[in-house]
């Protein structure tokens, strides 16, 4: 059976090798750029360049980030609540009813 996107976890290694890459491009740049001018602009085109592949990693994998957060999360709470000698948490229902807004000021009408 195919796991779906959301179900997978992050790839976390990715986010770690554009790190890496960036580190290793910045010390080349350091070490092998003699004028000063081109080695910050280099540098500074680098980083601006890995942050937006990083938040575009972001993008892509905030679904999977917040499942496996919330997973984690309910994992807990059942735990906690098993260890204190609860049931576990029922799901919480609310009726659309709840949600209503109520009335503020004016006159009832019968």
């Known amino acids: 059976m195919e796991r779906y996107l959301i179900e997978k976890r992050p ?12 580190v290793a491009l910045v010390a080349l740049i350091e070490t092998s750029v003699a004028h000063e001018t081109t080695r910050i602009t280099l540098e500074v085109v680098i980083v601006i360049t890995t942050f937006g592949l990083m938040l575009s990693w972001v993008r892509a ?3 999977r980030i917040e499942l496996s957060e919330a997973a984690e999360t309910r994992r807990s709470a059942v735990e906690t609540a098993l260890a204190n000698g609860h049931p576990p948490p029922a799901e919480v229902r609310v009726s659309k009813a709840a949600w209503r807004r109520p009335r503020v000021g004016g006159r009832r009408i019968v």
């Open 61 to 63: 994998n905030r679904g």
């Open 11 to 22: 790839t976390w290694w990715l986010l770690y090798v554009i790190a890496a890459v960036m």
